[in-house]
Each structure stands twice: as structure tokens, then as C-alpha cells.
């Protein structure tokens, strides 16, 4: 597989990150690892973890997908060195104080939650260390509206990228980047990085897939403009759009109980679980059956081979599951079959955004 450049650093990423929030879950620690050996036997050199990881997120879990790695990474001397290494810090806690006590997140909550992923990866550097949401009140995670009477941020832009600054001069971090971001926040963030010498954002990990293309509008003349790549999140949106749900839906007796949105009532409140969404979604399926793909194919393909997309973040829970999410990348879609896609999406929008 071939790579490519993360934004203007010098990371050199292949167009397929394997995420991992199930492990330590849904994953256990030996099908974790064999997972891992598999992406990189195919030739996948991105890996993409958090410190909040694993998902649902629970006090007993949280660290625990780091820590899967991290001894992965002990146990294979030299796989540190063919892996360009994600994680994230995580925001303000959003109901999880065990991630951390105050509302914002300070620079010191910066420099504190990188020591500890180091500590759990088991390594001297992270390759692209990045803010998993806003210190910022915005609409994310489901929230459609930006509401100026909910800002209670307290930590300013400038130093959050000072803290992470220091993390950089330290050797600690390589480069840096963002996650469930807004048009305003890249702009500041680039903004003050040029205007300061302070380390450019490389990359935003956002949501898109055939369910939520919200990235379309704003966000990709947005880092196109600015040379920041987009790391895409949620591609088969929660398994919606792999076929599974089609006959029944997630809270259906029916519905594949070991699937995350099947799994977790947490889940089937996030925006993944509006009927608006499975409805889209089966149209989608059906779209690709009559072009002869697979629902996972079609939505797959879709992400990768977008030019605003540099690397799609697939999650998968067995071998099988990575191996048809690879082979996927050997799928094009046709201009009419793009057309139909556009279709259903000026018809139905973007339920699960």
C-alpha cells in the first residue's frame, strides 16, 4: 500500500489507519495483537489510538487500548519503528471525570495526559499527538448548533499550542493535530501556530462517511486551502452501513448482539442510532446490492477514494473484518453510481451528523 504525506509534516501515512478503541472491549488482548500483526502484514503503517480508549468509555477501560499496544509493541522489538503512532488528549471530560476533574483542559492537563500515553504505548515519542475534541463548547459528537451561551472555555488556543509546543522541543511529540473540529478552530489553530513559530496542525480527524458528510460543506475548502489532511472516522458509521441491520434494527432482538450499536444502549443514543440514520442507511445498502457491492464495499470505497480524505480510520473487532475492510480498497465506484449516491444524500441529508 502506498503512503502519502500527513499535511505539511513529514509523516508519510497509508491511506487505510487501523483504529483500535475496541481493544480492551470488544477486543480482547490476544485478538488485539493478532489484529494488529495482520494490518501491518498487508501493509497498513498507521495506527490511531486515545487515551480515552477503550469505546464505550468506562473508568475501568480508560487506558486500556493504549496499554493493549504498548505491550504489543514490547513483545515485537522494532514494530515502534514502522508505525507512525496516533493518540489523542482528550478533551473537557464530557461526563468522564476519571479522565480528568475541571471542565476545560489546561496545559497542564496537556502535558500530564501525554506522559501518561507514553507511559501505557510504551514508547519515547508519539508520532501525531492530537486534541480529541475542543476545549471550546461546539457542535460535535451529534450536536447540530453552535450555542454561544454554553462556552465555558478557559483554556485559550495560544496556550494549547504552547503546552503542546514544549511537548515538541521535548521529543516528546512529533507533530500535532485535531479532532471533531470546526472551520473556525483549524483557521485559529493555523492561524496562531504561523503567527507565534508554534507546531502547524498536520491533520483533523472528523466523521465522514455516507451518513454524516457534513465535512463537505466548509471543512474541505477549509484544510484544503491550509494543507490539512483529514483523517476519517466512522466509515461504516457504527456498522449502519454494512448490511447488518438491514432486516433488523440495532435494539431488535434479531440484530447481531456482539455489534457495538447492537451492544451498547450508549451507543444507539449517540447520533448513529436515530431512525433517520438506519433508514438512510439501508437505502444506501440497497444501492450498492444493485450495483453488484457490498453495502461495506460501497461505503468503504466511497471514503477511500475521496480527495478530501488522506487516511480513513477503519475499526474492526476479528481478522475477518479487517481483511474484507483491506480488500476494499481495490473497489471503484462509478461516476453513475456516485451520481445515485448524491442522490440519496440530496433527498435524505446527512442523518447522523
Given amino acids: 500500500m502506498h503512503t502519502l504525506p500527513l499535511g505539511h509534516s513529514d509523516l508519510h501515512v497509508t491511506p487505510i489507519c487501523l483504529g483500535t478503541m475496541t481493544f480492551g472491549e470488544q477486543v480482547a488482548e490476544p485478538a488485539a495483537h493478532a489484529i494488529l500483526d495482520r494490518a501491518l502484514e498487508r501493509g497498513v503503517n498507521f495506527i490511531d489510538t486515545a487515551e480515552m480508549y477503550a469505546v464505550p468509555a468506562r473508568e475501568a477501560t480508560c487506558g486500556a ?6 505491550r504489543w509493541f514490547a513483545s515485537r522489538p522494532g514494530m515502534r519503528g514502522k508505525v507512525v503512532l496516533a493518540t489523542k488528549v482528550a478533551g473537557p471530560s464530557r461526563g468522564m471525570p476519571w479522565i480528568r476533574k475541571g471542565q476545560g483542559m489546561t496545559a497542564a492537563d496537556i502535558v500530564a495526559s501525554c506522559e501518561g500515553s507514553l507511559r501505557r504505548l510504551q514508547t519515547d515519542v508519539i508520532d501525531l499527538y492530537q486534541i480529541h475534541w475542543p476545549e471550546r463548547h461546539v457542535p460535535a459528537f451529534g450536536t447540530l448548533y453552535y450555542d454561544p451561551s454554553k462556552e465555558v472555555s478557559t483554556t485559550p ?5 504552547e503546552a503542546l509546543a514544549g511537548l515538541v522541543r521535548a521529543g516528546k511529540v512529533r507533530y500535532v493535530g485535531l479532532s471533531n473540529e470546526t472551520p473556525y478552530g483549524v483557521h ?3 492561524r496562531l501556530a504561523e503567527q507565534h513559530g508554534l507546531p502547524r496542525v498536520a491533520s483533523v480527524q472528523n466523521p465522514y462517511c455516507l451518513l454524516n458528510r457534513s465535512w463537505e460543506n466548509a471543512m474541505d475548502e477549509t ?3 491550509l494543507g490539512v489532511s483529514l483523517l476519517a472516522y466512522s466509515p461504516l458509521a457504527f456498522g ?3 448490511g447488518k441491520f438491514d432486516q433488523y434494527a440495532p435494539a431488535d432482538a434479531g440484530a447481531p448482539q ?3 450499536i447492537a451492544r451498547y444502549e450508549s451507543v444507539r443514543k449517540q447520533r448513529w442510532g436515530r431512525p433517520e440514520a438506519l433508514a438512510a442507511a439501508r437505502r444506501y445498502n440497497q444501492l450498492a446490492r444493485d450495483h453488484g457491492l457490498s453495502p461495506t464495499q460501497m461505503a468503504l470505497a466511497f471514503c477511500y477514494h475521496q480527495w478530501r480524505v488522506s487516511s480513513t480510520i477503519i475499526g474492526v473487532t476479528s481478522l475477518a473484518q479487517l481483511d474484507e475492510d483491506l480488500d476494499a480498497w481495490d473497489t471503484r465506484l462509478s461516476p453513475e453510481l456516485l451520481a445515485a449516491i448524491d442522490a440519496v444524500r440530496w433527498e435524505m441529508r446527512d442523518p447522523a451528523q
Fill in 65 to 70: 487500548t493504549e496499554s493493549i499496544i504498548g
Fill in 157 to 161: 488556543i495560544h496556550d494549547q499550542l
Fill in 188 to 190: 485559529e489553530f493555523v
Fill in 223 to 225: 484544510c484544503h486551502r
Fill in 240 to 242: 449502519l452501513l454494512t
Fill in 258 to 260: 456482539q455489534a457495538r
